[in-house]
């Protein structure tokens, strides 16, 4: 790349390193390996009890912001002293007013407080900031691009889009000199809400396929026929409400019970302890294992197990969703056939009885109709988990999308030089 080795990017992160970010980790790689330099600054302090490997192949160094203000206060007034004496401060200062019409809380406060230690603590030698997430990392990174006089970046990704005021995104998309979004849908909403709808980009995040290798799955027998040799249904999702577990586990106690089958969950979440006792409640807990939170390649191992992959995603209330979920995507590249909810992205990868099976989300009775089809039918399995296979390796290769985020970064530079 053009004068990469004198390009800095800091990248603004809401919690670092996360478990359920894997797309976000295996990106900031990728601009490593494109030869871009990158500082982390995260918002948060991890709370996950394990990291997944390619974490740890990331060089980059990560500053924590204080995640309250009033934990580390003479941080924030020695930032507040030195911003104060940025050129773009007092412009700033007018930016976060009027936010703070629209938005009187303690969160609004606390995100202009942590983009006044970003401005005081920024490398000298940086030259951008990129955030992840067009909600509260892009607020602080919109408020210090502000006070330094610096370009800024963000990727906008599914909750952030869907639980934020569109007055709020029109303003960051009108300061960013560009924004990309992994959805279709995503893309089209926030062009609607931008001034210039040319600077929203579309980039599908996609998956790093070698850490993913293609594999030929047995032919699996299994019917459901056997109470020895239950069909195995895996889902990789946290424990909260877009994921719709409670519906995917209602479902599941309304098959037949001449099919026999073990469900096996993989993640942590905040409904975590309700859902296991909703299993209790409808007599299906013995049939479930909670595995928790485990590291990328016991995943993968889980993949390769299971004999179909389930995901009920829903809208919830507030307008929270999944985009394009990557643990359906990683599924489907290793030839496991999934069924799934017509959600946000997901008829964007997935059409109903050509690559998977796909319901309506929140309806218990379609969603056991698809199980029950796909666990008593192996053939089925078969073929719809090959399709979505060749779907995803043709098409959701990860460093399709690095390629353009390093083209979107290397064509705003230039144009700096």
């Known amino acids: 790349m053009k004068n990469s080795e004198s390009r800095k990017l800091v990248v603004v992160l809401k919690g670092y390193p996360r478990l359920s970010e894997t797309f976000i980790a295996q990106e900031l790689l990728g601009l490593e390996q494109a030869g871009i330099e990158l500082q982390l600054v995260s918002l948060r302090h991890p709370t996950d009890r394990t990291r997944h490997a390619v974490h740890d192949e990331i060089r980059a ?3 924590y912001l204080p995640e309250y203000l009033h934990d580390a206060p003479g941080r924030v007034l020695r930032s507040l002293s030195k911003a104060m004496r940025l050129p773009g401060f007092f412009a700033a200062c007018k930016d976060f007013l009027a936010d703070l019409m629209h938005d009187r809380s303690r969160n609004r406060v606390r995100r202009f407080g942590q983009s006044l230690v970003l401005a005081a603590e920024w490398p000298a030698d940086a030259h951008w900031v ?9 607020s602080v990174a919109a ?12 990727s906008a990704h599914a909750k952030d889009i869907w639980t934020s005021p569109a007055r709020e995104l029109s303003g960051k998309l009108a300061s960013a000199r560009w924004a990309v979004t992994c959805t279709a849908v995503g893309h089209r909403y926030l062009q609607s809400l931008a001034a210039h709808p040319e600077t929203v980009h579309l980039s599908y995040h996609g998956i790093d396929l070698d850490r993913f290798p293609a594999t030929v799955r047995p032919t699996s027998s299994r019917d459901g026929s056997s109470v020895d040799d239950p069909v195995i249904i895996l889902s990789v999702g946290r424990a909260v409400g877009k994921k719709g577990y409670d519906t995917l586990l209602r479902a599941l106690a309304a098959l037949p019970d001449t099919l026999h089958w073990r469900f096996v969950h993989i993640g942590d979440g905040t409904k975590r302890d309700s859902l296991q006792a ?8 013995p049939h ?13 191992v889980n ?18 969703r999944d985009g394009l979920p990557n643990v359906l995507v990683e599924a489907a590249s290793q030839g496991l056939p999934c069924v799934s909810t017509r959600v946000s992205a997901i008829p964007e990868l997935f059409t109903h009885d050509e690559n998977a099976l796909l319901v309506e989300s929140d309806d218990v009775p379609a969603l056991s109709a698809a199980l029950a089809r796909a666990l008593s039918d192996p053939e089925l399995r078969d073929r719809l988990g090959q399709a979505a296979q060749l779907k995803v390796r043709s098409t959701l290769d990860y460093h399709a999308s690095i390629r353009q985020l390093v083209s979107l970064f290397e064509e705003q530079w230039n144009k700096e030089s």
């Open 303 to 320: 993949y390769q197990a299971a004999d179909l992959f389930v995901l009920a995603c829903r809208v919830t209330d507030d307008g929270d």
């Open 278 to 285: 909703l299993a209790r409640d409808l007599g299906i807990e």
């Open 143 to 154: 408020y210090a691009a502000r006070i330094l006089e610096v370009p800024w970046s963000v």
């Open 61 to 63: 160094p990560v500053n």
């Open 288 to 300: 479930i294992r909670w595995l928790g939170a485990i590291g990328q390649g016991d995943v993968l």
């Open 130 to 138: 990129h955030a992840h997430f067009i909600h509260t990392p892009a």
